[in-house]
């Protein structure tokens, strides 16, 4: 499950958005963007996470969207969705 939201707020809790384990899935994208398109967080390890700054800098409050390409046992699958990052 991804969840819907997250805080970067420095507390050690909620403060990054990411897939920590997806059973014996092989992740080979996670991508996530801000509302222009832009892509402000790349990954294929899904043992790393957005911290919610691009370029250095905090990214305001706000929707953005991700994409998770992965590899099933039941083969290629593409999900997509959205993430409210709260400050």
Known sequence: ???NAFTPNGDGKNDCFGIKKWGTTVIREFAVFN???QRVFHTTDPGQCWDGTFNGKQQAAGIFAYVIKA???CGEITRTGTVALIR
């Open 1 to 3: 499950m991804v969840p």
């Open 35 to 37: 509302r222009w398109g």
């Open 71 to 73: 590899r099933t046992t």
